[in-house]
Each structure stands twice: as structure tokens, then as C-alpha cells.
């Protein structure tokens, strides 16, 4: 029976979709909730946490699982399911942070809608990590970007936010309708929307041409824009200034993320032969158009337009949304290889970036919830009025630079180690005097704290216990997987397998 | 009927719109036109995928035509919800207005 | 081998700064002025301790130390090994096992450096007790200097080796930022950034070479036999060899410093306080050239006698520059003591590189112990510079006349410093220079006799200086005590601290000068290997 095999199908889905589901109930329990008890500050964080939690434990059930469900429409694969780790972890520091924002909570501000937004986003990153297909694909960004564009603006009265949710929203409007645009060629030009139908389509009748590079750019500006790649960056400093502190964090690692997973499938599905996976390490590339190229430019103007405007910048925010914009184009670096130990890289220096940013972040917030702004000149002798706090900015600092012994330097290592591999030296070369460059920017922010104004007898900040607790998880793991690293590269070897389809 | 038409008069029509809407987003300083303009791109991948769709005795090109308007929707919404806060925080629509921050 | 608690001396000499650390930041450094008092003494002695113990160490495994065993590319004859394995990981893609390993241990190349360091971060630490500011967070940071230094100089694993190498950078940053001089931004930044620069080709180095072999370990990347053949850097002679080579190496010249890579270092020794010019004359310029010996030398040979000429005329140019930059010092508006003496850093470490460029055992021997004795000497040179610093806050060599009969003993250490520095016959450096000499003259005598005017304008310079500053007649402005109040200077000549700091030194600068073998044998049978190692492995690739 039809049917039948049908229903088995389906229940295989469901049951594979469970974290999803989990996330969707959340949010309907979190909005009643909000309705009911309207005044309570922390309740919907609290209910976001069980939810989130919930949804993290059933995600690493099924880390090994490998399986097409709902028709094709989503794959479920142990590279998806790492970045769903990743954005879920993300998600859970984020909304631990946000608790001890002032920002967010000044003038008695309700923020029932935050955390639920925060939940929504959450599953449209959790479905682009897995789609399959360029419906979903779309839904998902989609999903992610509106909910992001309010969260952008969440504190309405301040103008820069609001300024900032309005260039986010143009240029994400604009940037959906190019990928759909391109979206709609690949469909006239395959006749299939999913990943795998397009890589057969291709195969079988030997697409290439302008129109495919057209439509292909096409995609790869929309995905572009999501990791805020170099020249699809614009909207990236404006957005991390005026957006919540904790915002910022989230999209500088938590939709970067989920960009890169669709980046790398999508490019791995489509756009590779997948008849010739005998040897599951060479990937070939079908076609005459040559998208290592195409990545490689792309990634070397990202990381040093980053860091070159990292250079000058004084607000804080906007100086980690440029190195942001830096670290993406050490990552794309990875995507360039093309290869298993290619997407391994990413992987293990996107798990390196998640903890040492948000720590960098978080540092941000707690500074400013003490001095108010995040202007660099405030930083001035915090090395004395907030030794703990200092300490561990430096730490995550030392990491973004990439020095040994983080955790930052193992994702730099593993990158280099990539991208040298398959013997793109040039590339390797522009990589490592960016990170020389971007050593600048990143000492000036302790130079400030510790070597200006340094007076033994100011004043000493304290803090909550609860941000001492949320630095030390950030900053420990900083320094240990800089100095024992297996784990996390045992981790990024098993997640490396992107399901084909069937 | 539709097949009367050749598909390239379709195509080119919706890049013409496409094109149209990308002109107005980049020269458009009000940001209700900018959005106006927006929705004249996805309405041309509308055209496009809908073409492509009844060309191709495919329904997957319709289904995502829906989705599209749907999410068109929600996208407006929200969009003219953040230039209403926007007004009135700065009382002004006009993108170039808007510029507290640069570089 | 000793072991003590179970773990080998090596591993005991490397973090037990770091251990010291862990224990400094532990201990509150109080709030009101008598806690404050109390706990800065606390710091301070613990630091001394600490380096002290690290000296015994040291002490305990020269004495234990096989001078008969060869090293450098052998790794059953190394001593005081300690491998523990660190990352194993199986069946990555395409990296297949990767291992790295905690692996250490020492030959007779090392073993000087590793006493040197010794030696001076002991010595250095009384220096230190002139720090006021922070005086936690600078104990922290010597430290944890202190093991990033021992750490380079007793690594064998390549990536153990790298990560030392820059986990010193973040320490000197801030001992240089925050308790340097005026102008302490600019210095530090410039010499992070510069050694950064250096440091990122050797990592691309470290993994091309990491893809040749399938393993970090040092002494398979120097055997040829083990790289695989389809690698780019497998083979003798080959583009890639070469310019593998050259970026290792302009990373080694930024730290050495060779000139055109040395501006760095003005600014940094001017700007430093006390104690960290001494740590960086003394030891962190020793890591350039330990890691050109150790890393550049074995593991491309044929590249390095294809660039051996290149490499002597850097060691010449360094020299005559380094020289005429000091001597300039005296012509020119701003004569400050310690900017003389870092330029003479310069050239002395020039003297260095000749002597390692000629690959015959006089120029090795005469290198390495031509390092050894600028570490000594030039941190002498620092200290006392740093002595009248303390007390008349200047360092301007046109402030001073006359000090001779102000500061008498002063004087008479800070003589055989300057002697040293000269190369009188008598003290260690006389013998060092006088073996880079005869060895660069057989295989380089043009650029050696170009070179010696190195010797002669050093003369110059540091006789100049020595008259200017100690004889003639004394300003009148010092007329004084130099603490009227006699709190902290109880009469003009040298504290017990400040003894305890240079006579030391000084002792090993005669006794070396007179009986140099403890030093030179430590050594000989490494590099005679060594250069053995070189020649045969280098033009035995040429003609393959």
C-alpha cells in the first residue's frame, strides 16, 4: 500500500522534526504566557530556556541520523544538526545575556515579545540549516530576517534602532527579492526547486552559461548577505551599531551560522558531481562556471574590507560587526576549498567564533551597562575598575586575533590548514596578513582599558554574580579548546557528512 | 492560450519589472516607494516563476508564488511598522534623512 | 634523567613561572597602603623565588647534562625528553592521524639558551623591584613570559613550539604598554605587530611542512627521507623550498633583529622599564637565532646554502649598521643611553648571524656563544643604565659626567660590562667575536674584514660613552645625594638589590673570558653535528 509506506515516511519525519516542533510550541506557550502575566520581567525568558533546552536535548539524540523527510523538502544530517547546535547554544547564551541587559530592560520596557522572537527566529535558522529545498530555503531566511528586523529595532525609542531596523529591512527586502529572482532562473533552467533534483537536472543535460552564473550570484547575494559578505555587507555595520547589544551578538554569530549552512549545502548539493562521490573527498565541480573563484574573491574582499575599516572605527559595536565581517571572510576561505577537510575548517572555527564573539559581546554589555554607550573612548583605565572583566576581554580578544593558546588560533589553524591543502597559497598568504592587520584594532580596545588611564586608585565596578558566571562559561572554553582541542575537532570530523538525497 | 504567448515575452517582461523595481530601491529617497519598488521585484519573480511553471507543467513554481505573496505581506507589514516608529522618532520618511550613523 | 614528583625538570624549569603565577593572582593585593605594602613585597619575593628555584633547575640539568650526546636531528640522543602525546585524532579528511605531542627536551644547543634564561630572568627580577604601578598584574606578566621563553627554547614539537613562541607576545605587550615610558603605545604595538608579521609565515610554514612529513615532530622534518614526495615542499632545491625558507626566516630576522627588520628594537628597549629591556637584549633576541639553528638550519638545508651568502651579508650589514646607528648616537640631538645600546644590540646579534652563516664549527661555536654572552652582557649593560635612571630620571648621555667619583663601585661593574661589550681579550665576548671572526673569514673573508670595522667603531662608541658619562667633571645638578631625604637611597653608590642583580653577571663575564670550555663543550658536539648534518644532508639533496 501507497499510503502506508507514505505514513511510515511521515512518522519518520515528525519524530525526526521533534526539536522544531518543540521550538513552535514554545513560542505558542510563551505568547499565552505573555498574555496572561503581563508584567512579569523574566517569565518568558525563563519558559524560552525550558524550550530552548528541551529542544537541545532531543537535537543531540539524533546527531547521528541521516535521512530526506517531508518529501525531500528538508534533509536531516550530522552537518546540520551541528549548526543547529551551534545556533541553539547561541540561542541559550543570548537569552542569558539579555536578562542582564539594561539596555533592553530600561524604562520598564516589556519584553515578552523579545524572547519570543528570539524562538521564532530560532526555528527559521534551525529549518535553513537542514533545507533542501529552495522553498524552504526562502521560508526560512524569511522566517529568520522579519523576525531580526524587529528585534533590530526592539528599543523603538532610541533612534538609532529604529534608524537601523529600517536600512535592515530595505536592504533584507531587496536582497530576498534578487535571491528568489535567482531562485526563479534555476527553476526555468532545471525544472526543480530541491537541492539534489537541480544536481541531477545539471548533470543530465549540461547546464552552465551566463544564465546559470547570473542565477547562481543571484543566490549566493542573498545567502551573501545573510553572512554579510564583502560587497552584500552594508547594511551589517549599521545594523550591529544601532540593534540591542544582544541582538548584535545574536546576528553576528547565530545567523551567520545558519547562512554558511545553506551556503555550503546548497553549493555542495547543487553544484557538485554527485555521481562521482566514490572517493567522498574530491569534489568536482560540474559545469564551466568555477565557484571556488567566485567564493575566493569573495572572501578575500570580505576579510579585508573588514579589517581595513576595522581599523578606524570608535564604537565599539561597529568595530566587532567589521571584525565580524573579517571573520566571515576567514571562513569563506574554508568554503573555497571545497573539500571535506574545507567544510571541517568552517566548522571548527565557527564553533571558535560563536564562544569567543558572544564573549566579546558580552564583555560590551556588561561595560556599557556600567558607563552607558559602547564609545571606545570609555574604555579608558576599565582595566583597573573591572580587572576580571578586563582579563577576559583580552582573552577573547587574543582569540578573534587568532594567537595561540585559544581556541581562536585552532580555528585560524584549522583554515589555513585548508585552505593550504589544496594548495591555494595566495589565498593562504592574504589570510594571515589580515590577521596581522586586524591585530591592530583589536589591541587598541586593550590598550585602551589597560594602558591609558591606568590608576590604581579609581573606582572598582562590581557586577552581578550572574554576568561573572556567563564570562567564565565563554571565557573558559576560549582557553581550553585553545590548549586541548580534540573534542571539538572529533566533533567537527563526524558532522562533516552533508546527506545527498536520494 | 497562455501557450499562445512565447515564453520569452514573459521572461522579459518580469527582468523588466525586476529591473524597474531595482532602479526605484537605488534612486527612491521615500521609504514607502522603496518598499512600493520591492514589491514590484517579487512581483516579477512572481511572473517569472508562474511562467516558468505553466511552461513546464509544474506546480512547484505556483506553490512558491503563494508563498511569496504570503511572505510579501508580512514583510510589508512589518516594514511599515519600522518607518511608523521611525516617523515618529525622527518625523521624516526619506531615507536620506536618516543618517545618524556612516562607516 | 632526574625527575622530581614524578615530572622531568624540563617540564618543572617551564611552568613553574606559571604555577608561581596562578598562585601571585590568587593573593589579594589589598586595598589601604600597609596591605598594599605587604602584599607588593609578597610578589616580589615570590617572582625572585620562583626564578631562583628555575636557576637551581637549570643548574641541576647542566650538571646532568651528557656533553657527549649529539642532538639536533636525532631524537634518541636529545636529553631530559618528556613526550607526552597531546591531540591524536584518527581518519581526519584528508589530514589522516593528526598528532601533536607535549614534547620536549634538550641538546647542546639549547642547553646555553635554556641556562641563559635562566640566569637572567633571576637577574631581571631584582631589577623589577623598582616597579610601583600594578605591580600585580607585572609579576603576572613575568611570568608567564618567563615560561613562554623557557617553553620555546625546550619545545621539539613544532606546534608545541609555536604556541610559545606566541604566547610570549601578549605578556611583553603589556610589560612594555603599561609600564614603559613615554612614547611606550607606539613601541609596543610596533614590536607586536612586527613579531606578528614574523610569526604567521612560520605558521604557514609549520603547516606546509606539517602536510610534507604527517606529523609535527621536529626531527621528521628534518630527515628528507620521511616528506612525501608529492608534497611542494619535498625535494631539494625547489622554489617552494625556497621561499619556504625565506619566510622562516624573515620571521626569525624580525625577532633577531637583522637589519632591515631591526626598527622595532629602538624603540622597544627605549620605551621598556628596566627589568623587560633586559629580558628582551638578554633572551627574546636569542629566539630568533636559536630558531634559525634548530628549525631553519635542519630542516632546509639545501636552502640554506643556497641563501648562505645572502645570510652572511644581513650578519655584515647588521653589524656596520647597528655600529654606525650607536655611534650616531653621538652626533645627533637626542643622545639617550639606552637607544646606544640597543643599536649595539644590532650588531652584536650580527655577529651572530655571520658566525651562523660561515657553517664551519669555529662560526657556530662562536655564535651560539656569542649569544650567551650578549644575553649576559647587554643585560648588564640595561641594569646599569636602569640604575642611574632610578635615581637622576634621565637617560640622556649629555645629563651625566663624571660618575666615577660619585658612584665608584658603580662604576667598576659597569666598566666590565662596557669592556665586555667591546670584546676586551679577558672577557667572554673577546672569545665568542674572535671565533665568529676566524671562522667567517674562511669561508667569507671580504664581508668578515668589512665587518670588523663592527669591532672598531664598537670601540668608539662604548669608550665615548664611558668617558662622557663617568669621567670629566660632574654636573652640577648631582651634585647631592641623589635622595635627599635618604629613604630610598641611603648613599650614592649601588643598593644590596642592585648588587645582587649585576655581580653575578659580571662574575660570568670574567670567569667565561677566562675559561670558556663550561659553555663551549656544553655545545661543541651538537653543533660539529650539526653543521656536519647541514653540509652532507644539503649537498647531498643537491644532487639528487
Known sequence: ?502 | ?103 | MFTILGVGPLTWITFLPIVSMIILLLIPSGRDEKSKMVSHILFRWLTVLTTFLQLLLALAIYFNFDFGLTGINQQSTMQFVERVRWIEIQNLPLLGNLKIDYFVGIDGLSAPMVLLTAIVCFAASFASFGIEKGVKGYFAMYLLLDTGMMGVFVALDFFLFYVFWEVMLLPMYFLIGIWGGPRKEYAAIKFFLYTLLGSVFMLLVMIALYFAVGTFNMFDMMDPSKYDPSSILAGADTFWRYVAFAALFIGFAIKVPSVPFHTWLPDAHVEAPTPISVILAGVLLKMGTYGMLRISWPMFPDAVRYFQDYIAFVGMVSIVYGALCALGQHKVGKRDFKKLIAYSSVSHMGYVVLGMAAMNPEGMIGAIFQMFNHGIITSMLFMIVGVIYDRAHTRGLDDFGGLANKMPVYTGIMAIAFFGAIGLPGLSSFISEFLVFVGAFKTYPVLTIISGSGIILGAGYMLWTLQKVFFGKLPERWAGPWDPTGKKYKHDDLMPVEYAALVPLAIIIIYLGIYPIPITDLMNTSINHLIDFVKTTGSFAAHL
Open chain 2, 1 to 103: 492560450m497562455l501557450i499562445d504567448v512565447p515564453q520569452e515575452y514573459y521572461l522579459i517582461l518580469s527582468a523588466m519589472m525586476f529591473v524597474i523595481g531595482s532602479v526605484g530601491v537605488l534612486t527612491r529617497r521615500n521609504a514607502i516607494i522603496i518598499f512600493m519598488s520591492i514589491e514590484i521585484m517579487l512581483n516579477s519573480v512572481n511572473l517569472t516563476f508562474v511562467s516558468f511553471a505553466a511552461f513546464m507543467g509544474d506546480t512547484a513554481g505556483q506553490i512558491f508564488v503563494f508563498f511569496v505573496m504570503a511572505v510579501a505581506a508580512a514583510e510589508a507589514a512589518v516594514g511599515l511598522a519600522i518607518v511608523l516608529a521611525l516617523f515618529r522618532n525622527k518625523k521624516t520618511i526619506y531615507v536620506d534623512e536618516v543618517s545618524l550613523m556612516k562607516w
Open chain 1, 1 to 502: 500500500m501507497i499510503d502506508e509506506i507514505f505514513l511510515s515516511q511521515l512518522k519518520q519525519s515528525v519524530d525526526l522534526f521533534l526539536p522544531e516542533t518543540i521550538l513552535v510550541a514554545t513560542f505558542i506557550i510563551a505568547l499565552i504566557f505573555d498574555l496572561i502575566y503581563k508584567n512579569s520581567r523574566y517569565l518568558i525568558a525563563v519558559i524560552s530556556i525550558i524550550g530552548l533546552v528541551f529542544s537541545g536535548i532531543f537535537l543531540v539524540n539524533q546527531s547521528t541520523s541521516s535521512a530526506a523527510i517531508f518529501s525531500g523538502m528538508l534533509s536531516f544530517d550530522p552537518f546540520g544538526n551541528f549548526f543547529k547546535i551551534l545556533i541553539l547554544l547561541t540561542t541559550i547564551i543570548i537569552v542569558l545575556m539579555s536578562v542582564f541587559s539594561k539596555e533592553l530592560y530600561e524604562g520598564g520596557r516589556k519584553t515578552g515579545e523579545y524572547y519570543i522572537l528570539i524562538v521564532g527566529m530560532t526555528f527559521g535558522m534551525f529549518l535553513l540549516a537542514v533545507a533542501n529545498n529552495l522553498i524552504i530555503v526562502y521560508l526560512a531566511i524569511e522566517t529568520m530576517s522579519i523576525s531580526s528586523y524587529i528585534l533590530a529595532g526592539y528599543t523603538k525609542e532610541i533612534k538609532r534602532a529604529s534608524e537601523a531596523s529600517l536600512k535592515y529591512v530595505i536592504f533584507g527586502a531587496v536582497s530576498s527579492g534578487m535571491m528568489i529572482y535567482g531562485i526563479s532562473l534555476i527553476y526555468g533552467l532545471t525544472g526543480s526547486l530541491t537541492f539534489d533534483a537541480i544536481n541531477s537536472a545539471m548533470i543530465s543535460s549540461d547546464i552552465s552559461g551566463l544564465t546559470l552564473l547570473i542565477a547562481g550570484l543571484m543566490i549566493i547575494a542573498g545567502i551573501g548577505y545573510k553572512i554579510s559578505a564583502v560587497p552584500f555587507h552594508f547594511w551589517t555595520p549599521d545594523v550591529y551599531e544601532g540593534a540591542p547589544i544582544t541582538i548584535t551578538a545574536y546576528l553576528s554569530v547565530a545567523s551567520k551560522a545558519a547562512g554558511f549552512a545553506v551556503l555550503i549545502r546548497f553549493l555542495k548539493v547543487s553544484f557538485f558531481d554527485s555521481t562521482n562521490y566514490a572517493n567522498d573527498e574530491i569534489w568536482t565541480l560540474i559545469g564551466t562556471i568555477d565557484w571556488q573563484i567566485v567564493i575566493a574573491i569573495l572572501s578575500v574582499l570580505t576579510m579585508t574590507l573588514g579589517n581595513l575599516v576595522a581599523l578606524w572605527q570608535t564604537n565599539m559595536k561597529r568595530l566587532l560587526a567589521y571584525s565580524s565581517i573579517a571573520h566571515a571572510g576567514y571562513i569563506l576561505m574554508g568554503v573555497v576549498v571545497m573539500t571535506d577537510i574545507g567544510v571541517t575548517s568552517v566548522l571548527i572555527y565557527f564553533f571558535v567564533y560563536m564562544i569567543m564573539n558572544l564573549g566579546a559581546f558580552l564583555v560590551v554589555m556588561i561595560i556599557a551597562n556600567k558607563t552607558g554607550n559602547e564609545d571606545i573612548q570609555k574604555y579608558n583605565g576599565i582595566g583597573h575598575k573591572a580587572p576580571f572583566v578586563s582579563a577576559c576581554m583580552v582573552i577573547f580578544l587574543i582569540s578573534l586575533t587568532g594567537l595561540p593558546p585559544t581556541a581562536g588560533f585552532i580555528g585560524k589553524w584549522a583554515v589555513f590548514t585548508a585552505v593550504l591543502k589544496s594548495e591555494y597559497i595566495w589565498l593562504a598568504v592574504v589570510g594571515v596578513l589580515n590577521s596581522v592587520v586586524s591585530l591592530y584594532y583589536y589591541v587598541k580596545i586593550f590598550r585602551n582599558m589597560y594602558i591609558r588611564n591606568f590608576e590604581d586608585d579609581s573606582e572598582i565596578y562590581e557586577f552581578s554574580p550572574g554576568t561573572y558566571i556567563l564570562l567564565i562559561i565563554l571565557a573558559v572554553p576560549t582557553l581550553i579548546f585553545g590548549i586541548y582541542f580534540t573534542p571539538l575537532l572529533d566533533w567537527a570530523e563526524s558532522s562533516v557528512k552533508i546527506f545527498l538525497g536520494v
